[in-house]
């Protein structure tokens, strides 16, 4: 039997609990919406610390106000009366661009009295091309005492009054035409962003050495075209050669032939080279020094019998045919020669 | 007085061309080739088709070197003792022996023409083997010597059937390998069809001066002239790194197209390969007249000296030819001298 009984009283439970609450609830939601009347004069006392100036306010800032309400008792602060975070305020329906930040409050009870210190931060999120006044709204907070013949319910407001500033433009002076940029929607003016422009530049420059370097590399190691190839090389070479050493004959033919090799790509001999000159179009020129060459190159590697070939024209001979080849390399006319 | 011999000689050596040259039209290089081996002392391969007048070549050689003329057929049933002798039933009836071709022209034998080479069985190889490299033959409990003779044999490398590859062995001895292929120049083709002369071979071969050389003298005046031909350390470097990059190409940067290089060669050239290279350089650059050789003399004789001692691996072997003429020129061009 206690069984059914309790079966039937909890759905019973539930209800009144359903009930109670959606009153509490409409309880404040009428307290918080609807005007009530103001409360009598004498029973608060207020203070405030606003911010230190009125002007140069501009996009982002932060104002700070300290509320202070000396409330007599019986009367107490509706705590959910409050303005809350990312509250905006709204003129005539158009947003003000002024948006309640931070907002919190702290309660001292005295012997009469009830002191509530509201802390507020609001931050502007507004501009305009000239100087342009704002304002903090007048936050209006409600209180609970005894029933009047005005207030039948006992809620009571107190409107606290409004802070009244200027927003400085965010534009150098001339660098906006006013008239032709009065749109309130006129987006906020972008910071410039000048360091991430130089790291720009200075990542531009390292990548275009980081380039140049690689064309060398990849250019065989010559800045332009026509530098580096292999009779400029030989005849850097023979250069610093001196007819005193008759080994340095050896090493100045040795050169040569590696030139020769090089640009043909391969070894090149006085058999096969009708295919190097037909490969090579710009040495035909010099075929008969080439010829000449080979033949000197003979004597001195090969022939056992050669007599001793070593001198100063020699030696001279080859730079020129250096020269030569090297005009050649280039796409020039090579200047002739007398024969060694 | 030998500077005189060297020079006396060469003139025969140009007059043996001139005339060769005469009978046998638009084959220079080959008959530079064979004069080259014939001073060279060295046996010689012949490759090339059928009717394209390796014959004819070798009986003009024959006749202008005087000497004995041997020549006999590769057949799948020739044995080794069909070369040293022949049996027969006489006039009276009773079983006779006469000497084989090896034999018969004794010491004066001077060229043994082998035709068609690898028809004939690896036993006949085998016995060509010695007789190449030692110029003696045992029969009959005597040993018989042949110290003039040149063995001169071909074969025909398009057909494969019933043959018998000559082993690396006996490629070894042969000095050179030489192929014989017929002229591209369109007068000599026509002459070669329309003109009569070319058409009896034997009256042909009568037209050409006999006797230029003495065979009895050549193997005396090589000896002179290998000793008075020199060569000079860069060249023998240079002789050295083209032996090293017939058996490591790959060290020397070759490359032949389609081939993989790391398998390619399993044996390059041997030392008596790269001794008979560099005599055959030596007669080059005597009939160039020099004392001295030059790369371009080891180039003159280096593909037909060296291609066919090379050892492949046997997945390239059917592209022999080919892959060794590539890879040849792939070693001439990547070794430099000096």
């Keep these: 039997m206690n069984c059914l009984m309790n079966k039937l009283i909890t759905p019973i439970r539930i209800g009144l609990l359903s009930l109670l609450l959606m009153l509490s609830t409409s309880f404040v939601a009428t307290a918080n919406d609807e005007p009530s009347p103001e409360i009598p004069e004498g029973i608060v006392k207020l203070s405030k610390v606003d911010p230190a100036r009125n002007v140069g306010f501009l996009m982002g800032d932060i104002l700070d106000r300290t509320i202070t309400l000396e409330v007599k008792k019986p009367y107490k602060l509706i705590e959910t009366t409050l303005p809350i975070v990312g509250y905006e305020h709204r003129y005539k329906g158009q947003v003000s661009g002024i948006e309640l930040r931070k907002i919190s409050h702290s309660t001292k009870e005295n012997r009469d009295t009830t002191t509530y210190v509201i802390q507020i931060a609001y931050q502007v999120f507004t501009t305009a091309p000239v100087v342009k006044p704002a304002i903090l709204p007048a936050e209006v ?14 809620l ?122 037909a490969h090579a179009p710009s040495f035909k020129s010099i075929e008969s020094e080439l010829n000449e060459f080979f033949a000197l190159s003979h004597q001195v590697f090969f022939d056992t019998q050669s007599t001793a070939i070593h001198d100063k024209n020699t030696l001279a001979w080859l730079k020129k045919f250096c020269k030569q080849c090297r005009d050649c390399e280039r796409g020039l006319k090579p200047a002739k020669q007398k024969k060694a | 007085m030998s500077d005189k011999q060297l020079t006396d000689m060469r003139e025969h050596a140009q007059k043996l061309e001139t005339e060769i040259n005469k009978v046998v039209v638009g084959q220079q290089t080959p008959i530079r080739l064979i004069t080259t081996a014939i001073f060279s002392r060295g046996h010689v391969l012949l490759e090339g088709d059928v009717g394209v007048g390796k014959t004819t070549l070798l009986r003009a050689f024959t006749r202008c070197i005087g000497g004995g003329y041997q020549r006999i057929e590769g057949t799948i049933d020739l044995m080794p003792n069909d070369l040293v002798y022949h049996t027969y039933l006489g006039e009276d009836g009773k079983p006779h022996v006469s000497p084989g071709p090896l034999l018969m022209s004794g010491e004066n034998l001077s060229v043994f023409f082998f035709n068609e080479i690898n028809r004939a069985r690896p036993q006949v190889h085998s016995l060509l083997l010695r007789v190449m490299a030692e110029r003696t033959l045992s029969a009959f409990n005597k040993e018989y010597h042949f110290p003039h003779m040149l063995v001169f044999a071909d074969r025909n490398q398009v057909e494969k059937e019933e043959t018998f590859e000559i082993p690396s062995a006996a490629r070894d001895r042969f000095m050179m390998e030489i192929p014989i292929v017929v002229p591209d120049d369109n007068a000599i083709m026509e002459s070669l069809v329309f003109d009569t002369k070319f058409h009896n071979v034997d009256a042909l071969v009568d037209t050409i001066q006999a006797d230029i050389l003495q065979f009895d003298q050549l193997n005396a005046f090589s000896a002179l002239l290998q000793a008075k031909i020199e060569a000079t350390p860069t060249l023998r470097q240079y002789a050295l790194n083209l032996w090293r990059a017939t058996k490591t190409p790959t060290a020397y940067g070759v490359k032949v197209s389609g081939v993989d290089m790391n398998r390619l060669v399993l044996s390059g050239a041997s030392p008596r390969g790269m001794s008979m290279l560099m005599r055959a350089a030596r007669v080059n650059a005597w009939l160039s007249k020099r004392d001295s050789v030059l790369p371009e003399d080891i180039h003159a004789v280096f593909h037909s000296t060296v291609a066919h001692r090379l050892v492949f691996s046997p997945v390239y072997e059917m592209r022999r030819t080919e892959i060794a003429r590539e890879l040849l020129t792939g070693i001439v061009n990547a070794v430099a001298a000096p």
């Excluded at chain 1, 200075?202 to 580096?228: E, H, K, N, Q, T």
């Excluded at chain 1, 400029?232 to 032939?257: F, G, I, N, V």
């Design chain 1, 156 to 277: 009571v407001q107190y409107k606290i009054p409004e802070f009244y500033f200027r927003i400085s433009p965010m534009a150098v002076f001339g660098a906006v035409k006013i008239e032709d940029d009065m749109s309130p929607l006129r987006q906020p003016i972008l910071l410039q962003p000048y360091p991430e422009k130089q790291k720009l530049v200075a990542c531009l420059v390292v990548l275009g050495l980081s380039l140049l370097g690689l064309l060398y590399i990849l250019g065989s190691r010559a800045w332009l075209p026509l530098m580096g190839r292999p009779f400029a090389q030989a005849s850097r070479q023979l250069r610093k050669l001196s007819a005193k050493d008759p080994e340095q004959l050896k090493t100045a033919l040795s050169s040569l032939h590696k030139a020769i090799n090089t640009t043909a790509k391969y070894s090149v001999f006085s058999d096969n080279m009708a295919v190097f000159l």
């Design chain 1, 141 to 154: 907070v409600k209180f609970e005492g005894p029933a009047t013949e005005e207030a039948k319910d006992g």
